[in-house]
């Protein structure tokens, strides 16, 4: 495996620009990927240099996904209960070694050994657990960096697979950087399209109606409307209705232009979402055809939209069996 920690400082140059940048981007994803490297100053370097060499437009692929996969799960360090263990165990050796010795040198009893060894292992047990909680807690800092720049550059390379982990970090409620969180799901909802209702998980659908009852949120809640219109379902109407009911009481009050626009828009996600659920009720249905056999096992499936057309203008099927009139 090529050595992670002298090919981030050092890029193989080349000729073409656009080769250079295939190569830089294999040796982040390596870096990224290295499971010996799970919470490292190399990791956070490569993070800032994908953020810094790349866009949404020019990313390659292979990189964004990589960038999503640390985004997606928290990093968190080893406890070191294993190795502080194996210390405590060594400095209790060490410490009856130390303890036998002075004894001969003293001539202690055996009840000041007694009292002395429990001591001594209690006070450098206290002394090893000290040094490996700040060793832990610089690891937490370590890993709440490298999260949070992940997810900064998922939403900069407009990766909506990182919206999921945005609404749950903005729902749960011990959120130290809710607002942060709240900005970079406004930046990544306009980059919605249609296939994600169905790539997104199931709940992100209602995940994003119930972040429209959050009043701390209301900035992005236009983004979430129009959000909706692309990818909401119909479990999510109920909650849109509430809320335009609970801007429209506010009319009473003097409503602003943003909370009419608001509410205009939240008219338009039920519109939508009705709409697109009555085309899948649709898609679902199979017709028998009016001049088969109906006993026969294949079936029709209706052409999606609606015409409408004058019943007195439609067409009637010649048999083939009748003769034209002279």
Not at 78 to 106: D, E, P, W
Not at 192 to 212: G, H, I, W
Not at 258 to 285: C, F, G, P, W
Request: glycine fraction near 4%; include cysteine.
């Amino acid at each position: 495996m090529i050595n992670s920690q002298n090919n981030l400082s050092k890029y193989a140059g080349g000729p073409d620009e656009e080769e250079e940048k295939q190569g830089d981007a294999l040796i982040l994803i390596e870096t990224l990927s290295d499971r010996r490297q799970v919470i490292s100053n190399y990791r956070l370097e490569a993070l800032h240099r994908a953020q810094t060499m790349f866009t949404a437009e020019t990313v390659p692929p292979a990189l964004k996904e990589t960038v999503l996969k640390v985004a997606q799960k928290k990093l968190k360090p080893r406890s070191g209960l294993t190795r502080s263990l194996t210390t405590s165990i060594a400095l209790f050796i060490v410490v009856c070694m130390i303890t036998v010795s002075i004894q001969g040198m003293f001539n202690l009893n055996l009840r000041t050994i007694a009292t002395l060894v429990p001591i001594s292992v209690t006070f450098l047990l206290i002394l090893l657990q000290l040094a490996f909680g700040i060793r832990n807690r610089r690891r937490n800092e370590m890993s709440t960096r490298l999260y949070h720049m992940a997810i900064c550059a998922s939403v900069q390379f407009q990766d909506t697979g990182i919206i999921p982990t945005l609404l749950d970090k903005i729902n749960h409620p011990t959120s130290i950087q809710k607002m942060e969180y709240i900005e970079l799901l406004q930046k990544i909802l306009p980059s919605l399209t249609k296939a994600d209702k169905y790539r997104l998980p199931v709940e992100t659908s209602r995940n994003l109606s119930n972040t429209l009852m959050d009043s701390s949120a209301f900035m992005a809640h236009k983004a979430i409307l129009e959000a909706l219109c692309v990818v909401g379902k119909v479990e999510s109407i109920p909650v849109i209705l509430q809320y335009g009911d609970k801007l429209e009481w506010g009319h009473r009050q003097g409503i602003s232009d943003m909370e009419r626009d608001t509410i205009l828009i939240a008219e338009k996600a039920v519109k939508s979402i009705e709409e697109s659920a009555a085309l899948e009720a649709q898609s679902n249905l199979l017709l028998r055809a009016s001049d088969g056999n109906p006993e026969a096992d294949t079936l029709l499936r209706p052409i999606r939209g609606s015409a409408e057309s004058d019943p007195d203008q439609l067409l009637r099927a010649v048999n083939n069996s009748t003769n034209s009139s002279n």
